[in-house]
């Protein structure tokens, strides 16, 4: 079984009440999420997160801090292949 991992970082933007969402189009249609994405090789988490929320949203943002880092695991038996994903918050 093929074994593949994917570090992302994304940005929780908020003024006010309100949070800064970005629309996704996956495999189960349209859904809002957190605007993030994956981290190129070599790239700074933080960079990564400024860079996703101005490609996703068009806005520059400053990051204040660390919120937390979730990490999952799916076994994806139609590929095959061990996924697991690094989430930076």
Known sequence: MRRQQRVAAYAVVARGQE??????TGPRGPEWTLPGGGLDFGEDPADAAV???????????RLEGLLFVNSFRRVLTDAPVDFRVIQIV
């Open 19 to 24: 949070v800064l969402l970005a629309r996704w």
């Open 51 to 61: 860079r996703e929320v101005r490609e996703e949203t068009g806005y520059t943002v």
